[in-house]
């Protein structure tokens, strides 16, 4: 269906289609069986502030907010049901709380990239946050059932002034010609290899106290530890994130990326 003819309930229901299925395939990979998925809808209620609330900021063909919860009791369920760590994985042990947040993280995300290869660009700033302070829209319960492990239930609220908007008009499709030509100049140097830093922030100091810096002296930088890294290529911000451990090494979760206009 093209995107200018979407409605919001259409488009919600789409979304999270794919974040049903993304989350079933999380799951399972967290506790080690299959899982199967129950979706029911229900009216809309009051959210619990005891719940881990993950809430995905949209952007794109959609904007608006959409909240994920797990209650106390489920989150712990769950912690108990986790596949036991390799032992021989390099690199420090995911905290059984890190990985449920992780992976439904994962599975919002990829329901993101699923949408937008049949409805244009969607994409989503996911945090974990409080309660959202809207009154939802709609309330959907995804319940997970398995013969070995007890089930979970994934509350979705979706905020009440989700839009869909058709794409930009800059982001529309260029003339084959066009898109030919652009292609071919792209390929030739699509294999170069460019340097990418990681910014955790500035600070101007003097040249005075620069020549006087030494072993345990401390810099402080002008970003907030819970505030979002950069990635920069030259001087020019790619994009921002959350800073991780992938195989004792640091990553970058990319959240947002910058306009490449």
């Not at 990985?99 to 993101?112: D, G, N, P, S």
């Not at 969607?122 to 974990?128: A, E, P, S, T």
Request: net charge negative.
């Amino acid at each position: 269906m093209p995107v200018n003819q979407l409605t919001v309930e259409r488009a919600i229901t789409d979304l999270l289609d794919c974040f049903t299925k993304q989350w079933s395939n999380a799951l399972s990979r967290l506790v080690g069986s299959e899982q199967q998925i129950t979706s029911k809808e229900m009216a809309a209620e009051d959210p619990n502030s005891e719940e881990l609330w993950l809430t995905a900021t949209l952007e794109g063909t959609i904007t608006g907010e959409i909240a994920l919860a797990l209650s106390s009791a489920d989150v712990q369920s769950l912690e108990g049901s986790l596949v036991p760590p390799d032992a021989s994985a390099e690199g420090p042990a995911i905290e059984p709380a890190n990985a449920v947040i992780e992976a439904l993280r994962q599975a919002m995300t990829l329901a993101l990239k699923d949408f937008q290869t049949h409805h244009g660009a969607l994409v989503g700033q996911i945090k974990v946050t409080q309660a959202p302070i809207w009154t939802a829209a709609k309330t959907l319960h995804l319940e997970s059932s398995s013969g070995q492990n007890p089930g979970v239930t994934v509350h979705v609220l979706y905020s009440p002034d989700l839009q869909v908007h058709e794409p930009d008009a800059h982001t529309s499709p260029r003339s084959e010609k066009q898109s030919s030509s652009s292609g071919d100049n792209l390929n030739l140097v699509m294999d170069a290899m460019l340097e990418v830093s990681l910014r955790f922030g500035q600070h101007q100091i003097r040249l005075a106290d620069l020549a006087e810096l030494g072993p345990g002296s401390v810099i402080e930088l002008d970003r907030r530890v819970e505030e979002p890294v950069e990635l920069v290529l030259g001087s020019k911000i790619l994009a921002r994130g959350e800073v991780m451990i992938v195989d004792g090494n640091y990553g970058l979760r990319v959240t947002e990326l910058m306009d490449r206009s």
